[in-house]
């Protein structure tokens, strides 16, 4: 069987209000209160779980998508007015990126997280 990751701790300030808008812009499933978090799942082996937190760090979260998704998911940010950029020092030039071939935009959450959403892999070399 491959790793793979099953949960990670958001922390946020309201996190009803923020499970609710990651299932609302990215169209995760919505699964509800869990011990102290808020649960959304994103796919069959990743959940996020939201905390509340009184302090924390601005943290980056990536999600690939395909075209279809990337055209939807985008469509909601356009609609909720939401400030997107091309790049994690630009996430507010409202324009996406190109890289890899693929299609790119970073946004932030109302804690300050980072949110990036490509189609395509970062190219490394080797």
Do not use: W
């Amino acid at each position: 069987m491959a790793i793979t990751l099953n949960h990670t701790i958001i922390p946020t300030h309201d996190k009803e209000r923020t499970a609710r808008f990651y299932t609302r812009i990215f169209g995760f499933e919505y699964i509800g209160a869990f011990a102290s978090f808020i649960v959304v799942r994103v796919n069959e082996t990743l959940c996020l779980d939201f905390a509340v937190r009184e302090k924390f760090e601005s943290h980056h979260y990536a999600f690939k998508v395909n075209d279809e998704e990337f055209d939807q998911i985008f469509e909601r940010i356009k609609t909720e007015n939401i400030t997107y950029g091309s790049g994690p020092s630009n996430p507010e030039n409202m324009e996406i990126n190109h890289n890899y071939g693929g299609r790119g935009v970073y946004f932030r959450d109302e804690n300050g997280h980072l949110l990036e959403m490509l189609t395509a892999d970062y190219e490394m070399d080797g």
